[in-house]
Nanobody, 125 residues
Framework: QVQLVESGGGLVQTGGSLRLSCAAS????????TAWFRQAPGKERDFVAA????????YYANSVKGRFTISRDNAKNTVYLQMNSLKPEDTAVYYC??????????????????WGQGTQVTVSS
């Protein structure tokens, strides 16, 4: 089993920045593809960004492209999401997810086996 713990959420003003961290423990996750999803109140959970296990490929939702950057440090079993130029519509609970094997997509929830508990990001206007 892999346990994922997110941290780094908080309250920030429009235009500000936050960096989220997702730390993996338990069974090694150095070969897990990892993603961030987010869920705003009353809405479905949406894909935000993903990174392959090697870090060689990254993918982003159109709504965050150019503002968010996903990265990983496999030596620390940690994936990061750097969020810049934050907007009120970025307000959501952010979840980290990791897979045990690639299922043909990086963008769908069903592709991931392990999930963190989420961290709240609130952007004030």
């Amino acid at each position: 089993q892999v346990q994922l713990v997110e941290s780094g959420g908080g309250l920030v003003q429009t235009g500000g920045s936050l960096r989220l961290s997702c730390a993996a423990s338990g069974r090694t996750c150095s070969t897990c593809n990892t993603a961030w999803f987010r869920q705003a109140p009353g809405k479905e959970r949406d894909f935000v960004a993903a990174i392959t296990w090697s870090g060689g490929n990254t993918y982003y939702a159109n709504s965050v492209k150019g503002r968010f950057t996903i990265s990983r440090d496999n030596a620390k079993n940690t994936v990061y999401l750097q969020m810049n130029s934050l907007k009120p519509e970025d307000t959501a609970v952010y979840y980290c997810a990791a897979d045990s094997s690639y299922r043909g997509t990086y963008f769908r929830e069903y592709a991931y086996d392990y999930w963190g508990q989420g961290t709240q990001v609130t952007v004030s206007s």
